[in-house]
């Protein structure tokens, strides 16, 4: 049983605030895991991918990356959806030279479509995008199709799960982006359960906890460090009880810090790194 713990993004506790440095905050640190955040743009060439991929081989980080905010394979826009497969395709080429297994992607807005419509407009956007990788030998890294909070975004679980069924891309578990979509509620066993039927051998996602507003009285889709919405340990025990291979992405803003807390949470509860 493998668990994978790091921040998305560079440590913030680097002396150097680059990649590169951000690897040797993480040695120090004894976590063993970053993503790569091409959330704006891909930011790593090819020749810089590869010495990033080679340095994260030899200090055994584990990678993967994040694809761009700004993708909508549902758009009404061909040209946007054209655009979308382009960026999905640019970040997998690089997250396969840096060694990255899975990449995280924001898929869609629903824009008018019904979920089962959206779903047969993702299937065909990803299987053009997967047409494309294996012509070009991109083989590594799986597309991951992220859980998403808000109602006008593609994105539950069980959506997610449909999409996955029919093509060949795999879950990207958000776990704040559930329980905020629920309004504050997650049932841990019951997602691991649902999950089943994909027979997984290993499950990458983001944990983060949400902000409450008193005004509107809803969970928001703002992540503030761990406090307990949603609660991490019951997450913790569940997956040992599962004995589930899982990465767990830290997207606090506090990053490493939160990592490093879940890393103690697993070890109170008696696993070993
Ligand atoms: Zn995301």
Not at 122 to 136: A, G, H, V
Not at 220 to 246: Q, T, W
Request: net charge positive.
């Amino acid at each position: 049983m493998k668990i994978f713990l790091g921040p998305g993004g560079n440590c913030i506790s680097a002396k150097d605030r680059t990649t590169l440095g951000s690897f040797e905050r993480l040695v120090e640190l004894q976590l063993n895991f970053q993503e790569l955040e091409f959330v704006r743009k891909v930011y790593l060439t090819e020749k810089t991918a590869q010495e990033i991929g080679q340095r994260a081989k030899e200090l055994g980080i584990s990678l993967t990356a994040h694809a761009q905010y700004a993708i909508n394979l549902c758009s009404i826009s061909k040209a946007v959806v054209e655009a979308s497969k382009r960026m999905i395709l640019e970040a997998a080429r690089i997250s396969e030279t840096v060694g990255s297994n899975a990449m995280a992607i924001h898929s869609a807005y629903y824009s008018g479509q019904t979920p089962e419509q959206a779903i047969e407009t993702l299937k065909r956007n990803f299987e053009d995008i997967l047409d494309k990788m294996k012509q070009e030998g991109i083989k590594k890294v799986k597309l991951g199709v992220e859980t998403m909070a808000k109602e006008s975004q593609f994105g539950t679980l069980d959506e997610v799960i449909k999409l996955c069924r029919q093509v060949d891309v795999i879950p990207y578990v958000d776990w704040c982006h559930i329980f905020v979509r629920n309004n504050g509620r997650i049932d841990y066993a019951e997602i691991f359960d649902k999950l089943r039927v994909l027979k997984l051998d290993h499950i990458y996602s983001h944990f983060s906890n949400s902000k409450y507003s008193l005004n509107s009285k809803k969970f928001l889709d703002a992540h503030v460090p761990m406090n307990s919405h949603p609660p991490f340990e019951p997450l913790a025990k569940e997956i040992l009880k599962r004995k589930v291979d899982i990465t767990i992405i830290s997207e606090s803003p506090v990053l490493e810090d939160d990592s490093l807390k879940m890393k103690k949470t697993f070890e109170k509860l008696g696993f070993k790194f």
